[in-house]
């Protein structure tokens, strides 16, 4: 089903369009800007260009493109990246040094220019606020992704939305993931770029696929400021919101998945040691093939939080798998009481949740991931050819 995100957000239009492997997205929008990056050491062109550019804390526009990912291409890449960001600011009327650039594909091979120009030449006029002009511009930065990923969130006076992709090399630090997320709150640029770093640590930075951390991830957002003034609480609250539903998204359709893997950690000294055991668990390979499986193998999901590097204590612990309607007790309080008939009934869902509480404090986090199949290795082991 279409859907209409970004384009509902008032000051936004975009377009895009797809030529086979190589799309092209451009969408406008004049505001404030925040953006947060991979923590790869090997770091894309685009991303070394926007973690300066996006100090000036406005942009104007943002150009995708899609099947080349300008990374690990020197000086040449960085230099194509500015002269994309000067072919849309030639085809909308904007500065360069305003424009935002992210680029996702195959690593070490360069941009093909000309028809990246074309493209833009081709997809300006087309710029829209609509459900189609929106949907042709997020299925243009897809790659392995099986579907396009919007979220909106309506609030009073205002609203945040977004869309973004991702379906493999995804890790916690952000993963081959682009987002761009748009509000039409005014907001300052610290409070944007604090209440961005807050959303993707508690979001993108918490999916899983494959443990790979890519080299172009990038997430933007742009603040018009067309609906006036906002609380800088309720603004967070709701763009951690919006990227949260991205998240999952970006989660349920990882490479050659089949489920959407939930892990939710209560009962810890610290959030950030809820996160660590979150991603700990969401990251194994024995956890996540026995989520293909439907193996209700759930001694991993215990072995695997115990090699988080968070203390807590085994024998109080306490476990339950969910299918997101029924909720079954595994172990309460280090005692086991698993029925394993209906833990696998739970693991027969879409989606399959784990509760662990470490009994070790009050606080907590969710992670998400998918499952590990044949597939997975299906698609990466031909990505290039």
Request: charged share 25%.
């Amino acid at each position: 089903m279409k859907k209409r995100s970004i384009c509902a957000v008032s000051g936004v239009t975009a377009c895009g369009m797809k030529e086979g492997k190589f799309g092209l997205a451009l969408i406008r929008a004049s505001g404030t800007a925040a953006g947060v990056f991979t923590e790869n050491l090997v770091k894309a062109a685009p991303i070394q260009l926007m973690r300066s550019q996006i100090r000036k804390g406005r942009l104007d526009a943002v150009i995708v493109n899609s099947g080349c990912a300008n990374a690990y291409t020197g000086q040449k890449g960085y230099e194509d990246a500015v002269v994309m960001t000067g072919y849309a600011g030639s085809a909308l009327g904007v500065e360069p040094d305003r424009v935002g650039v992210a680029s996702t594909g195959v690593i070490g091979r360069y941009l093909d220019l000309p028809l990246i120009r074309r493209q833009c030449m081709e997809i300006a006029p087309g710029l829209a606020s609509s459900v189609q002009a929106e949907t042709l511009a997020a299925n243009a930065i897809m790659t392995t992704d099986l579907y396009p990923k919007h979220a909106l969130v309506e609030k009073e006076t205002f609203t945040v939305a977004g869309i973004t992709k991702g379906s493999g090399m995804i890790a916690p630090n952000m993963g081959t993931m682009l987002a761009f997320i748009y509000t039409d709150a005014e907001i300052g640029a610290k409070p944007l770029k604090e209440a961005l770093k807050l959303a993707t640590r508690r979001s993108f930075n918490r999916v899983v696929v494959d443990g790979d951390t890519s080299t172009n991830d990038i997430a933007l957002c742009t603040a018009t400021g067309e609906s006036g003034k906002v609380r800088d609480a309720e603004f967070s609250a709701a763009l951690e919101e919006c990227c949260r539903m991205l998240a999952k998204q970006i989660a349920a359709d990882g490479e050659g998945a089949t489920k959407l893997l939930e892990v939710r950690v209560t009962g810890a000294a610290k959030e950030e040691y809820a996160a660590k055991v979150a991603r700990t668990v969401i990251e194994s390979p024995l956890v996540k093939t026995a989520v293909y499986g439907e193996d209700p193998n759930w001694g991993r999901v215990v072995a695997a939080a115990g090699r988080a590097g968070v203390k807590f204590d085994p024998n109080a612990v306490s476990l339950w798998i969910s299918d997101g309607k029924n909720r079954y007790p595994l172990v309460r309080s280090g005692e086991i009481i698993a029925d394993l008939k209906k833990a696998k009934e739970a693991m027969n869902s879409k989606t399959v949740i784990f509760i662990l509480d470490l009994a070790a404090g009050k606080e907590e986090a969710t992670a998400w991931g998918c499952d590990l199949t044949e597939r997975y290795v299906e698609i990466n082991g031909r990505y290039t050819t």
